[in-house]
């Protein structure tokens, strides 16, 4: 054997060669660096109920600390069996419509790596999370962009169906809308479903912010709509609804004929999710009244920051659902959005994310997203920061 023979590291073609560190990583790291307020990324800095916890822990010690079924603990798909059908009339079965996923970002993934072929488009509406596109790429899929219409955030229906062709696989939706915190309306999903109808087009409908809608609206879900529901893959998550981000559990509910290939995928890149997570959960979606209760909560919080934000002169932008706000900064600074984020996270002191890191192009259109699931007392160092601008 050669003792001179140098080791080497092979060069590696990537898979995601656009992608770098995301925007989320880079202003919470200078966020951090600054001592600043941290406002970009969307999740809370508060507790969820020490009863949650408590279920966690008894079930732990009930003894559910082995695998559970690949598909997910029985009593938890039955338990979002019936939320669906009490909230949205739409009853999907429990056994073969329902799944539990490590959090609604693997449910995406996977979806798509089920549905998706080499060659296939799949239409994303822009802005959108950072997440979609590098899914279907991963597939093999092409990415079509359609862009919301901008300042309003509408869906155009023009558009939409100009980028369907015989190879459209499927269009991704969120609402509520990260980031730009809007909603979409009934009569916007009804047009959904009509331009759909005619084709084999399926829907990834991406509702993970659904209990966050504000003002007396109502969360138009794919359940609610025949014609939806038939083709669409529904996403949520129970780290949004409990403010438990870092439990990573979600679901996916569909159809028996797509959760069946969805299911082939979901085996083989994750198998199954932590088993006690799941009983406690199951146990704690027995009393409807926090996710009930999750819309005023979080507006309360939307009012309390649009209030502090009213004394600067940032224009605020309306929020619908969600726990984001957007705000044009064109009266407050010359600088684009991401220039702006920067300045704002180091001379100011409180982090947001530009709303062009959430388009392929990184259109700029003044406008920056900040993020009130905090505290109060976080809220309000924030807007005693910003009103200084």
Not at 303 to 320: C, N, P, S, V, Y
Request: include cysteine.
């Amino acid at each position: 054997m050669n003792s001179e023979i140098q080791a080497r590291t092979p060069a590696l073609s990537s898979r995601l060669p656009r992608v770098g560190t995301t925007i989320f990583t880079v202003m919470s790291a200078l966020a951090a660096q600054h001592n600043a307020v941290n406002l970009g990324q969307g999740f809370p800095d508060f507790a969820c109920d020490p009863s949650l916890v408590d279920a966690v822990t008894k079930a732990m010690q009930a003894g559910h600390n082995q695998y559970p079924p690949m598909i997910g603990v029985a009593v938890l798909r039955q338990a979002i069996a019936r939320k669906i059908e009490a909230l949205h009339r739409q009853r999907y079965d429990g056994d073969s419509e329902i799944t539990i996923t490590a959090g609604a970002t693997q449910a995406i993934l996977t979806t798509i790596l089920a549905i998706v072929h080499p060659g296939d488009e799949v239409i994303v509406l822009e802005p959108c999370y950072d997440s979609y596109v590098p899914n279907i790429e991963l597939a093999g899929g092409v990415a079509v962009r359609v862009p919301l219409t901008p300042g309003t955030f509408r869906p155009d229906f023009a558009k939409i169906a100009a980028a369907l062709t015989p190879r459209t696989r499927a269009i991704l939706i969120n609402s509520p809308h990260n980031p730009s915190a809007t909603i979409w309306s009934e009569a916007e999903m009804r047009s959904l479903q009509d331009l759909l109808a005619p084709t084999n087009v399926l829907l990834i409908s991406d509702e993970v912010y659904e209990h966050m809608v504000f003002d007396g609206q109502q969360h138009q879900s794919a359940a609610r709509f025949p014609g939806l529901a038939a083709r669409a893959f529904i996403v949520s998550s129970f780290g949004k609804t409990y403010h438990v981000t870092g439990w990573k559990v979600g679901y996916v509910a569909a159809p028996a004929t797509l959760t069946a290939e969805f299911r082939k995928v979901h085996q083989f890149n994750v198998f199954t999710v932590n088993t006690p997570m799941q009983y406690a959960l199951a146990a704690y979606m027995a009393d409807p009244a926090p996710y009930l209760g999750l819309p005023a909560f979080y507006q309360r919080k939307r009012d309390l920051f649009r209030e502090g934000l009213a004394k600067t002169r940032f224009k605020i932008l309306h929020t619908e659902g969600s726990y984001f706000q957007c705000v044009d900064i064109s009266q407050v600074s010359d600088l684009g959005e991401a220039d702006f984020c920067q300045w704002l996270t180091r001379d100011i002191g409180v982090a947001a994310i530009p709303l062009s890191a959430f388009y392929g192009m990184g259109f700029d259109q003044r406008v920056v997203r900040f993020c009130f699931a905090k505290q109060d007392a976080t809220l309000l160092a924030a807007l005693e920061r910003l009103q200084k601008l």
